[in-house]
């Protein structure tokens, strides 16, 4: 089937684009390269380059719905986004301008392409605010009320996604992520702090964890995310609801940071900074619904996906 990727240059979106052109799609990436690039999608122009197409666009851009459109894609994967946490908090109009029209024009075009579904990346650490620590792993059920101008935004979108479902038929699946991590990671976003560990420890640097580093987050490998995202366009599968997409298991920074260290054959501690105000302290999401309605479940644990990282940005040094 044709399909749109938005964001497919990016970290998790070039991962689907591999998977998505290894099962026979036909793909085409809407991005605006600013932080995704083409050397991401190499081994998918490698295994079927007449089956790739990248368009250089914003999806803030008009021009964005019309491409889209035009592409008639029977699915949208949609993960372009302002994915800054503390970008969203310093400049909220220029989150929203990007994560709420951008996804707009997004899913307009969808609609007037008479795609099939959107598939739509949320934000499972945002979404919920800071759930009491009793109710961890959180599920679907937790009431949503995020606390910064991004997780607003990635809400927001659900609604909308919603509401072109009532008016339109447009059929949708939102996927909650936790901390995503792997290769072709950046340093920014929430589980940023695995690519920093990393390339501070191939480089022999200290590493710094603020506070105590008992924060945990649920940390999530990308290719397991991106097998969610593939189940997740077929047809009838986990329609108009929003569904977690991590592990379940929370795991401290300290934690993270010996099972990297371990990995890189490291055996110095980190340096502690101060505590950064208004962190989340605890965070994990369940996974028991997407295991139901996706058949899915996270299916490479920690060490593993720290180590695969950590060679991934050894071979890139």
């Known amino acids: 089937m044709r399909v749109v990727v938005t964001g497919g240059a990016g970290f998790i979106g070039s991962t689907l684009v591999d998977r998505l052109v290894r099962a026979g799609h036909v793909v ?5 390269l600013s932080s995704g690039s083409r050397k991401n999608l190499r081994d998918a122009a490698a295994e079927a380059a ?25 699915v949208v994967f949609h993960l372009a986004a302002q994915i800054d946490v503390r970008v969203s908090v310093l400049q909220p109009v220029l989150d929203a301008e990007i994560n709420i029209i951008g996804s707009l024009r997004v899913i307009e075009g969808a609609r007037l392409g008479g795609a099939r579904k959107v598939v739509f990346a949320s934000s499972g650490g945002t979404l919920y ?20 101008p991004y997780g607003v935004a990635k ?9 072109y479902a009532a008016m339109h038929g447009l059929d949708y699946t939102a996927l909650a992520l936790a901390n995503v ?7 920014h976003g929430e589980a940023g702090v695995v690519a920093i560990f990393c390339g501070r420890l191939l480089d022999r640097h ?5 506070g105590d580093g008992e924060q945990t987050r649920d940390f999530v490998y990308v290719d397991d995310v991106a097998a969610a995202f593939e189940r997740a366009g077929a ?17 401290s920074v300290n934690e993270l940071y010996r099972a990297i260290a371990e990995a890189a054959g ?10 950064r105000v208004g962190e989340l302290h605890r965070s994990a999401l369940s996974a028991a619904l997407a295991s139901e309605v996706l058949g899915w479940g996270p299916s490479t644990d920690l060490p593993s996906g720290a180590a695969a990282t950590l060679e991934w940005f050894r071979t890139k040094r």
């Open 50 to 74: 007449d089956r790739l197409v990248v368009h250089e666009i914003d999806i803030r851009d008009t021009r964005c719905t019309d491409l889209i459109a035009e592409l008639a894609p029977e």
């Open 181 to 187: 991590y792997g290769p072709r990671q950046d340093p």
């Open 28 to 32: 085409h990436v809407v991005d605006n």
């Open 235 to 251: 047809k009838g599968i986990a329609s108009g609801l929003i569904v977690n997409i991590g592990t379940g298991v929370e795991t």
């Open 266 to 275: 490291i055996d110095a501690p980190p340096n502690h900074g101060e505590a």
């Open 206 to 210: 200290d590493c710094t964890i603020f």
């Open 129 to 148: 605010g800071e759930p009491d620590p009793s109710v961890l792993p959180v599920d679907e059920s937790h009431p949503q009320r995020p606390l910064s």
């Open 155 to 163: 809400k927001v979108v659900v609604d909308y996604l919603h509401a």
